[in-house]
């Protein structure tokens, strides 16, 4: 009897396969509404407070690449204790290549966002990026064949009005300090943006469908990480985000004090605030030599 109510409490292997893969869906879209909502508001923070490296903000976007390496590991490490000959990474080399090269293209599209959002509000920015569907639903069709819906083409003519009718109205929410030519700049460069995003994820889900597995998924999507990351490291080295500046950024390096002026202007202002022996000091109007 014992048996049988453990038999009957224990619930059978789809059902609870079934509750894991919720879980997981609902914490993968807990996750990608947290970044999607906050990523681009604390972006936004770090340029309306002075900042100005673009390359830095795109490095973030894909700067946490290396937590995937934990879910890699933990699938070979079970395919090794399974089968010793197990090869390291599942994805064949031409998989891996095709991933590297979208990752780079993933790279160049978080610089070009970055950029845009330097110059538009959140609002403005976020309506515009999601013109991201709009391009998606096109490439998806020519890319992996993918039908067309009614919903689809409504959601489509929707966003194209909607960035119409922000484009109409530059001066309504252009952010104080950006002049009309660096709001339109933004402008297009967040729908380029869209538009190179809306091309990588067919081709990334043509590529999930020749590497057919959620290890390889991973793999995959780990390579891309890593060279997104890449692109924007190269990125910030060139434009020498590594550099400590004790300068503003408007001021030039070639006009910025050498460390011998930095000194004398040093020893200047100390030479105001402490006097030398035999100073004659007034204080209450008192004289006193020192």
Known sequence: MDVEARKDAAPPAPARGKAMHRLLVALNIGMLALGAVGGPLLSRLYFSKGGHRQWLS???ETGGWPLLLLPVAASYALRRARDRGAP???APPRILLAAAGLGVATGADD???AYGLAYLPVSTSAILIATQLAFTVLFAFLVVRQRLSAA?????ALLTVGAVVLGLHVSGDRPAGVTRGQYWLGFALTLGAAA???LVLPLIELAYRRAAGGGRAVTYALVMGFFATAFCTVGMIVNKDFQVRSFPPHVSAASAPTPRESLTRACLY???LVPSPNEKITTNNQTTVT
Do not use: D, K, Q
């Not at 689809?152 to 489509?156: D, E, H, I, M, P």
């Open 58 to 60: 795109a490095w973030l």
């Open 88 to 90: 390291a990474l599942l």
């Open 111 to 113: 610089f070009i966002y």
């Open 152 to 156: 689809s083409l409504n959601a489509v």
């Open 196 to 198: 190179l995003y809306g």
């Open 270 to 272: 100390h030479r105001h």
